[in-house]
């Protein structure tokens, strides 16, 4: 336990599907971090673990998709999150097409976003990806019911956090 755990265990934020592609290696995973971070210029942050493929593929990435996903998509949070791939390969097993500069976007996602990385932080055990938005879709409308941080509290990552 952290000092900081009894403030971020009150928070209950949207979780994230990341996707990258580099010369035709997919990859794609889970995030609990991630928000806007600036108005004009319009920019977003995304926090990948170290410990996982997707951050490997996106470390070497111009563009990452970000996926919402609605509170009836667990499916997608258990695949993107529960297995790694590493072993399993998360595309084969969804709907995609290629986006904005190639960066995978899931089908089935009823919001969406590509960013152009602007720069790396390196946070600790996560690096933040800052994302210059270039494309985006909503085609959802305003009652979207967006899968939480505590909707997912039942997923075994498919690499440890740490």
Aim: a negative charge.
């Amino acid at each position: 336990m952290t000092e900081l755990d009894p403030f971020t265990d009150a928070l209950d934020y949207p979780l994230y599907v990341v996707t990258a592609d580099v010369a035709g290696e997919r990859s794609g995973c889970l995030v609990g971090f991630g928000s806007q971070c600036s108005i004009r210029p319009a920019r977003f942050m995304v926090w990948l673990s170290k410990a996982n493929r997707t951050y490997r593929v996106a470390a070497r990435a111009d563009r990452l998709a970000v996926h919402l996903l609605g509170r009836d998509q667990g499916h997608l949070a258990h695949l993107f999150g529960g297995e790694t791939g590493d072993e399993t390969d998360k595309f084969s097993r969804t709907r995609w097409h290629p986006g904005p500069g190639g960066a995978p976007v899931l089908d089935e996602a009823p919001a969406w976003f590509v960013g152009r990385v602007e720069s790396r932080v390196d946070g600790g055990d996560h690096v933040g990806f800052l994302l210059a938005p270039e494309a985006a879709e909503h085609p959802g409308g305003d009652g979207l019911r967006l899968l939480l941080l505590s909707d997912g509290v039942d997923i075994t990552p498919g690499h440890p956090a740490d």
